[in-house]
């Protein structure tokens, strides 16, 4: 059997309801994700890719702060926690990425899959509370639902995905869509 033939494919149902299409694209690139950054030691997750400035680190930091934020501030209003709740995000805008290289790998692994484990439980209560058409806090006067959060979301992950592809292939040559069969599924517990 080839590789492709073993790959376990996470993605939405081919005909589920809204939610669940939703909520299993956002498992797919979450998925996707994290197979592109496992496993790297601190010297691979710094690594670059020509002129960009975007690092494997970078991208697991800058993605729990999006998961924390997202799912606590912007869903509810509610404190993200440490360590975003501890940045002047209007004079560091790119703090998260720029002080990815100062956390060991385990520290930058733990931090996002700790942001998800919390997203996947923070998602849960509020589809229990309102569903996709739950008004969140205003964001700059303007006033969005969950259903259009979770597409933003979405859309954060895949873009960052294609970086992170980009940048794995030129540390150890892995490419492909899928994660191979066997390896751990983040989106297990997802209701």
Do not use: C
């Amino acid at each position: 059997m080839t590789e492709e033939k073993n790959a376990r494919k996470i993605e939405p149902p081919p005909a589920g309801s809204e939610t669940e299409t939703l909520m299993g694209s956002l498992d797919r690139q979450r998925s996707t994700f994290a197979w592109k950054t496992a496993g790297l030691d601190a010297g691979a997750l710094a690594a670059t890719v020509g002129a960009s400035t975007i690092t494997l680190g970078g991208l697991l930091k800058h993605l729990a702060s999006v998961e924390d934020i997202y799912f606590a501030w912007r869903l509810k209003g509610q404190d993200p926690g440490s360590p975003w709740n501890t940045v002047d995000w209007d004079n560091d805008p790119d703090w998260a990425w720029r002080t990815a290289a100062e956390d060991s790998p385990e520290e930058l692994y733990a931090l996002w899959s700790g942001a998800v484990e919390r997203s996947r439980q923070r998602l849960g209560d509020a589809l229990d509370d309102g569903g996709l058409e739950m008004l969140l806090p205003p964001v700059d006067g303007e006033v969005g639902s969950l259903r259009r959060m979770l597409i933003d979301l979405v859309e954060e992950y895949a873009r960052h995905v294609g970086h992170a592809d980009l940048i794995r292939e030129s540390v150890d040559g892995l490419v492909g869509e899928d994660p191979p069969a066997g390896f751990p599924d983040p989106a297990a517990g997802v209701r």
